[in-house]
């Protein structure tokens, strides 16, 4: 009786792990030079919704955990309106986690970040957005009325710092 509760508490444990998972398809990229992103909408770290304004002039996207961290670190020292006193959004996508860490640990630990951190939860909203190459750099994507006009790829704060800071 004892190892047919620890086998359902285990099989339990590895669906609770798992994550949105989706048929693998051909996606099509969304960062590329002069498409536009006007249907970019996510969610905030806490479920509140987001969209692009004419105002946004750069999305920053964390791809990686280890970017994550060093941009969310970086944004902690700076004031809680630096984003959007830079007219700035950042992203980070936490789709690559599973479900169960996402809820327990991940989703929680930016409810502690004072500015906003769009999330990207699912696996296909990922692919279409994150870059073949380039996913463990920090990826700022330049707008112009809401139509992409630069893409960079930076390998530290400092870069970001001065590609946010200089207007």
Do not use: W
């Not at 964390?62 to 670190?73: I, L, R, T, W, Y």
């Amino acid at each position: 009786m004892k190892k047919i509760i620890a086998g359902i508490l285990t099989l339990f444990l590895f669906l609770g792990c798992s994550s949105k998972e989706t048929n693998e398809q051909t996606v099509e990229p969304k960062l590329v030079m002069n498409k536009s992103l006007e249907s970019l909408q996510l969610n905030d770290q806490f479920e509140k919704p987001h969209a692009l304004t004419a105002n946004t002039q750069k999305i920053i996207f964390a791809f990686s955990k280890d970017v994550g961290h060093m941009c969310n670190d970086f944004f902690a020292t700076k004031k809680d309106t630096y984003l959007s006193d830079n007219n700035a959004l950042f992203v980070a996508d936490i789709s690559g986690a599973p479900s169960l860490i996402r809820t327990m640990f991940i989703v929680p630990g930016l409810k502690d970040f004072k500015h906003d951190v769009l999330v990207i939860d699912d696996k296909q909203i990922s692919s279409e957005y994150k870059p073949a190459q380039n996913s463990e750099k920090i990826v700022v994507v330049e707008l112009a009325d809401k139509i992409i006009t630069d893409i960079k790829y930076l390998n530290s704060t400092e870069e970001l710092s001065l590609e946010l800071e200089n207007k």
